[in-house]
């Protein structure tokens, strides 16, 4: 089946340093989606960055991921970490598959804390 | 609006006992998502309704159950609490079928802590 890792169980920063968050996928399947969501504590999961394009870049509020389909992988980076970039940052697969609906397989996440 | 509603957002509940769970959305989505989040461990899909047909997963297929009134409600139950139990329950949604890349967009709610004693 589908799977997704997340090599960095915590990332730990000081303010103003780039970030590279790590995600790695494998799946049959030729179209793959690629998500990152974001988990602030007490707060909803959302969406941050998606992507089903091979060797695209994509951004969403300062943060940018490239599909990369020739490695399997969708790395989160940032230019320039910000103390309200802590959180727990899932990365996560959905295809199409033979299924009607995309369920999304997560990896086991990276907690991302920032320091001043 | 693109919020998804839980309730309650902790629960406390006694080994053996029943645990009902509850979550909401007026985004007139297709497809609702119950997953089971444990302390440094991915978040586990339990089953998703499609419309009105539930599919669970096979390896918890017996341990929760569903139930989707209308579309806009979708409750995870429990019949008989283990300490096992005991973990994020984050209830998503989304707008399911095939067509355009966001369909796939999954709404999350803020979850229900569940602690079994």
């Known amino acids: 089946g589908d799977s997704v890792t997340q090599t960095e169980g915590l990332v730990t920063l000081t303010e103003g340093l780039p970030v590279m968050l790590n995600c790695t996928y494998q799946?049959?399947?030729?179209?793959?989606?690629l998500f990152w969501y974001v988990h602030y504590l007490n707060e909803s999961p959302w969406l941050l960055l998606r992507?089903?394009?091979?060797?695209k870049r994509t951004e969403h509020q300062g943060f940018h991921a490239t599909l990369h389909k020739s490695s399997s992988s969708f790395h989160l980076q940032k230019s320039s970490a910000q103390l309200s970039d802590s959180a727990l940052y899932y990365c996560a697969l959905s295809d199409r598959g033979t299924q009607v609906v995309g369920q999304l397989t997560f990896g086991s996440g990276t907690r991302l804390q920032v320091y001043a | 609006d693109t919020t998804v509603k839980q309730n309650p957002r902790y629960k406390l509940a006694r080994v053996g006992k029943p645990v009902n769970l509850i979550c909401s959305q007026t985004?007139?989505?297709?497809?609702m998502y119950w997953y089971q989040k444990k302390p440094n461990q991915a978040p586990k899909l339990l089953l998703f309704?499609?419309?009105?047909?539930?599919?669970r997963e096979a390896d918890t297929f017996e341990k929760f159950q569903s139930s989707r009134p209308n579309n806009s409600f979708c409750s995870l139950y429990i019949g008989s609490a283990g300490l096992e139990y005991s973990a994020m329950y984050l209830c998503?949604?989304?707008?399911?079928?095939?067509?355009?890349?966001?369909?796939?967009?999954?709404?999350f709610g803020p979850g229900t802590r569940l602690l079994v004693l």
């Open positions: 992507s089903s394009t091979d060797n």
């Open positions: 799946t049959i399947y030729s179209n793959a989606f």
């Open positions: 309704y499609y419309d009105k047909i539930l599919n």
């Open positions: 998503a949604s989304s707008r399911g079928g095939l067509g355009p890349l966001n369909q796939d967009t999954q709404y």
């Open positions: 985004m007139n989505h297709d497809t």
